[in-house]
């Protein structure tokens, strides 16, 4: 995922490369990415999605009844399991809270993403 994500950025540095999931649930793996990023010389911000257990377990039964999943083992008892295994981002992030309507989390996202917000000493251009 690094080496493409390198890829993309040698062919056009002006892309916003975004890298999702569970893979960042380790100190280390961000540390990685944040390595990368400072070889290639990019700006990077991380962006945590957080929600109510409550939604979660919600959001789940409702992707899993409707079939909307691969994952035949992605339930509730798993988002448990990955969630005490993870450790805390203890770089700068924006947290976003998806309980909140659609808009306003866009809106959080977008913010974080714009140029006068700094990440590792250095202003996106």
């Known amino acids: 995922m690094l080496h493409t994500a390198g890829y993309l950025l040698s062919r056009d540095s002006a892309n916003m490369i ?18 990368v990023a400072a070889a290639l010389d990019q700006p990077w911000r991380i ?4 929600c109510p257990g409550g939604m979660v377990r919600q959001r789940l039964q409702s992707d899993n009844h409707k079939g909307m999943h691969p994952a035949e083992n992605r339930d509730y008892e798993l988002y448990l399991d990955v969630k005490a295994r993870f450790e805390t981002i203890t770089f ?34």
């Not at 975004?18 to 390595?35: C, H, M, P, T, W």
């Open 47 to 50: 962006l945590e999605c957080i």
């Open 18 to 35: 975004f890298l999702d999931g569970r893979s960042f649930s380790r100190r280390y793996q961000i540390e990685n990415v944040l390595a």
């Open 92 to 125: 700068p992030k924006t947290v976003i809270d998806t309980g909140q309507e659609l808009v306003i989390c866009v809106e959080l996202a977008l913010a974080a993403l714009k140029p006068e917000s700094f990440s590792n000493g250095k202003k996106l251009s």
